[in-house]
């Protein structure tokens, strides 16, 4: 079992910053792979990035590329989301989820999900 919980999220103007962080429980944190989501209203929850569990490999959805950087620290059982020049089109619920071994985009192949941070971007 793996229990995940968000924090960081909050209203930012356009063109600003947040930090997403991820905290996992769990002693098995360094076999999973870990993606963030995002799930705006009325929308379909979406991929925005994935860390495979050594950090070797990172993929990141194209409407994020060059913006939003995926981290990982597996000694503090922890994964983070940088994102920077926030647009309106990021606010959404922000989710960590987890998955063993394998780097996926796909919202089906993850077994594990925390609660959501909300994350609001203004004009």
């Known amino acids: 079992q793996v229990q995940l919980v968000e924090s960081g999220g909050g209203l930012v103007q356009a063109g600003g910053s947040l930090r997403l962080s991820c905290a996992a429980s769990?002693?098995?944190?360094?076999?999973?792979?870990m993606g963030w989501f995002r799930q705006a209203p009325g929308k379909e929850r979406e991929f925005v990035a994935a860390?495979?569990?050594?950090?070797?490999?990172?993929y990141n959805a194209n409407s994020v590329k060059g913006r939003f950087t995926i981290s990982r620290d597996n000694a503090k059982n922890t994964v983070h989301l940088q994102m920077n020049s926030l647009k309106p089109e990021d606010t959404a619920v922000y989710y960590c989820a987890a998955v063993l071994h394998k780097l996926s985009d796909y919202v089906e192949e993850y077994d594990y999900w925390g609660q959501g941070t909300q994350v609001t971007v203004s004009s």
């Open positions: 860390i495979s569990w050594t950090g070797a490999n990172i």
């Open positions: 769990g002693r098995t944190f360094s076999s999973y792979t």
